[in-house]
């Protein structure tokens, strides 16, 4: 969400029933120049700089040398997008604007001046670029690859699907392909481990089998960008934005499971929330946009047999555990207990899928995606009890765990839990790959490690105290142990016996 800033435009004049946005961009010298006119927004309208965006902060440092000048009716504005982070391509700076020499990868959230509109203001934007001959665009709006001539891109329709749009340009190679009826367009840069055509692939197939989730049939254009983190990063990352998401990885890992699986998450996020309505307060449906999302990830990939059971299991085990962690697992766990209780409560003509396809298709009746309308939705398929515990549940309190999941063959048994503990400084491994403040009797130390020890590598799975921590020394040893602390009681676990 973005901050309004007191800058107050001059008056512009005429209200107009769409305010007219047309954006220049012109990279030069690493840095990328915007032009703006603006017209047809009303008198002291504030203007947004970009401020904060997904895990990112203080985006304002990448707005520089910034000109505003009214003229008759109108006002125009100059400025410099400048990438305010130094080093790799790693996940801390996946929200920040991507601009070199090369390419760049921006939002509007992240990098766009514009006037603060209500989500659901008509607005005809222009979007203009001037870019190398050479180079590829692919953003919200289309892909063009440049011959040296401006390519234009035109939106008009409501302000929320420019609030979330996304553009890159550069070095990307673009593939396009016929998804159904519309075109998906894949925009690579960088080495991966695997080819092109295995992620446009891999890709297509999660996106149709999505489309048929929802029942919608409609997606005449869709943008992926894949980019790498730099060697050694092993994460990924994805945001999702109109008509598009972006994706990093690591340029050395082959097309994991756990790809699949984001790419799965970020595909999810082209229907909920973007398909699904305008959002006003973020935060407070996030357990719905991003825990219900978490829930269906690795779902629809089971139920396509792109994974096994036991993959399946995996993830939803780690949502049981991990529900007081964040909107994410607890999200998820209510999502796993509620479409339960509506397969149940139905005897199996309902689930969970009828909220959200209910919810698809009310889009343009109820415009806004807020906790009201996701509530009422629910409450077509739950009887008052089933809502109350929800409602509890959204304020905090225990969520159940379902004797049964669709995965018929599972049951859930309790298993022991433990505090997740690295068993030394965690800054300190990290930072200087060293062995510091090794705590006495932990598993770290029983596996060998000692106070000062250099390592070479390490693969620790954050907060998962039931994958080992791998860590490879300078002098070549290899230990391994589980990450684990103080017992703290047990939590159901599925395993399909
Ligand atoms: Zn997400």
New binding site residues.
């Given amino acids: 969400m973005n901050l309004w800033v007191g800058l107050l435009l001059p008056a512009v004049g005429f209200a107009e029933p769409a305010s007219r946005l047309h954006y220049v961009f012109t990279p030069e010298a690493g840095k990328l120049r915007v032009a703006v006119l603006l017209e047809g927004v009303r008198e002291e309208t504030d203007l947004v700089l970009p401020s904060a965006s997904g895990e990112a902060a203080g985006l304002e440092r990448g707005i520089a040398a910034m000109r505003l000048t009214p003229a008759k009716g109108r006002a125009r504005l100059a400025y410099e997008l400048i990438q305010d982070w130094q080093g790799d391509s790693r996940e801390s700076v996946r929200h920040r604007p991507h601009v070199d020499a090369s390419h760049f990868e921006i939002n509007t959230a992240n990098a766009i001046v514009h006037p603060k509109l209500d989500l659901a203001q008509r607005v005809d934007c222009t979007f203009e670029w001037r870019l190398p001959a050479g180079w590829t665009l692919a953003t919200s709006f289309g892909a063009a690859v440049s011959n040296g001539e401006p390519i234009r891109q035109r939106f008009r329709g409501a302000w929320n699907e420019v609030q979330n749009a996304m553009f890159a340009a550069g070095d990307f190679r673009l593939l396009r392909s016929k998804v159904g009826n519309g075109e998906l367009v894949l925009a690579l840069r960088g080495p991966f481990a695997f080819s092109d055509a295995e992620a446009a692939g891999k890709i297509e197939k999660l996106i149709l089998l999505q489309r048929h989730f929802w029942r919608d049939p409609n997606v005449p254009y869709f943008l992926v960008t894949l980019s790498p983190f730099a060697p050694g990063q092993s994460s990924s990352g994805g ?2 934005f109109t008509n598009a998401f972006n994706l990093y990885t690591s340029s050395d890992a082959p097309f994991s499971d756990g790809l699949l699986s984001l790419i799965s ?2 595909t999810f ?1 082209a229907w909920n929330p973007l398909k699904l309505g305008r959002i006003r307060h973020e935060q407070s449906i996030k357990w719905f ?2 825990g219900f ?2 829930f269906y990830q690795d779902l629809l990939l089971w139920q396509n047999n792109l994974i096994g059971t036991a993959a399946y299991l995996e993830p939803v085990n780690r949502i049981v555990r991990e529900q007081s962690r964040s909107p ?1 697992e607890r999200g998820a766990a209510i999502a796993l207990w509620l479409d339960f209780e509506i397969r149940r409560r139905s005897s199996g003509k309902f689930s969970l899928d009828s909220v959200m396809r209910d919810l698809y298709e009310g889009r343009r009746k109820h415009p806004d995606l807020s906790n009201e309308r996701i509530l009422a939705a629910i409450a077509r398929y739950a009887n008052a009890g089933t809502m109350q515990r929800l409602r509890a549940a959204l304020d905090g309190g225990p969520i159940e765990t379902p004797p049964k999941l669709r995965a018929i063959c599972a049951e859930p048994r309790m298993v022991a839990m433990y505090e997740f503990d690295l068993g030394m400084d965690r800054a300190a491994l990290l930072e200087t790959n060293r062995v510091k403040a090794l705590a006495a009797g932990s598993e770290a130390e029983r596996a060998g490690l000692r106070e000062g020890d250099r390592v070479r590598g390490m693969s620790i799975h954050w907060n998962d105290t039931g994958k080992p921590v791998k860590l490879t020394l300078t002098d070549g040893r290899r230990t391994e142990y589980l990450p684990r602390g103080r017992a703290l009681g047990s939590v159901p676990q599925y395993v399909c016996p």
């Fill in positions: 945001s999702g998450h970020e996020h946009t991003e999302t978490t994410y």
